[in-house]
């Protein structure tokens, strides 16, 4: 094995435009190899001089306090751990943005096998960093770059790899690199970004691995996991602004993107209990222009005798899309008999007792259908709103039997 493979992260920012952008550095199972060595001290050499990455210091990626104006530009922090036997006694850098040189250097080695260095104050954006090494007999140099980008909430790992060249030997060396290219969050949509507490928020991601690497998809909420894949729902449990963090991963690297969703109180829904687009479909279909009368404000939450039947309805689970509300009145008479009106005692439905005003001792005092269809009654108008339920809402509203 000649090199490992570095990965160079870029964290999150914290300007809009820029922030301060960590370079992380892991060590990775890749390697490289090279073929055809004549020369056991050139494997050796080559070998010693491997650069390690090792962990990140992640100060720079901490947002700026509330009463802290935010940086115009970015930083890079760098840190590197030397194999033992490594003969280096500096490490130099070049940061470029575009075709100009923006900051280099000279960080000296010394005894320390842990090499730290940050770049301060570089320009939002894209840039490239060049870091490379010579041994202090001068016969080997190893060089290595990576492009980084300085963007507001996002985290963007790369990839760095040093390579070594023996500056006395003329031959010709065939290396083989076997580099990973980092999957691309390329969008996040959220529908709606603000909703009320117990509705679903969509959430989808757009992502690409250039390298065609399968990816795997992540969504979380305050650290704790609610989803996967491309396209995921959020349900509102408590008020208040939710992080959203949505990670790619192609099992080599991974990269997050952040979004924020607001939740706020449930309004109280006018067709009790609350079901998401019930109150939606029931304005839609049960309105003037579908009935000729507005069905939503013929039995308003005020309407105490309307509602009232309406809540019996809801409570038993009685109103079907099939049956309407005669199952709710009828109970297990059947229908035709329950229609029967010589017979209004038989009536064992849950909701039955409303009827009752209706009774005479032979009967009804009108046929039951001009009862339940009559928009004077509170049994009438909310049998009336309880039929268009269950003809053009059933699904919405999840009326027992659909």
Known sequence: MLHPVAEIECIRTTGAGAGDVVLESRQRSR??????????????????????????????????????????????????????????????????????????????????????????????????????????????????YADFVIVSGERTPVEMVMQCVRED???????????????????????PSIADVGEGVHLEVTARDSDGDTLSVQWSAN??????GEETVYHCDEVGLVPILVTADDGHCEISRAVTIECLPAEPAYWPPPREGCDECMFESCSEQFWG????????????????????FMENECLTPSLGTLECFCGTVHPTSCLDASHPSMLNGPCAEFLHPFFTDGGWNEPLGVVLTDPETGVGRASLVAECMGLMCSEPCQLAGF
Not at 40 to 54: Q, R
Not at 85 to 100: D, M, P
Request: with cysteine; aromatic share 10%; hydrophobic share 45%.
């Open 31 to 144: 390697t490289l190899w090279r073929k055809q060595v004549t020369n056991p001290n050139k494997y050796v050499f080559l070998a010693a001089l491997a650069i390690a990455p090792s962990v990140v210091a992640w100060a720079g990626c901490q947002p700026p306090a509330p009463d802290d104006p935010v940086a115009p530009d970015g930083a890079v922090s760098v840190r590197y751990e030397l194999e033992f036997g490594l003969e280096i006694t500096e490490l130099a850098f070049s940061v470029y943005h575009g075709s100009a040189e923006v900051r280099a250097g000279v960080v000296p080695v010394g005894d320390d096998r842990v090499v730290e260095f940050s770049i301060p104050s570089l320009p939002p954006g894209m840039s490239t960093i060049w870091v490379w090494a010579t041994t202090s007999d001068d016969r080997w140099t190893c060089v290595g």
């Open 169 to 191: 030997y003329p031959e010709l060396w065939e290396i083989e690199v076997s580099i990973n290219a980092c999957p691309q969050v390329t969008g996040v949509a959220v529908a």
């Open 223 to 228: 650290g704790v996991t609610f989803g996967a």
């Open 293 to 312: 009368l507005d069905l939503n404000a013929l039995c308003p939450p005020e309407d105490v005798e309307c509602r009232n039947v309406y809540q019996c």
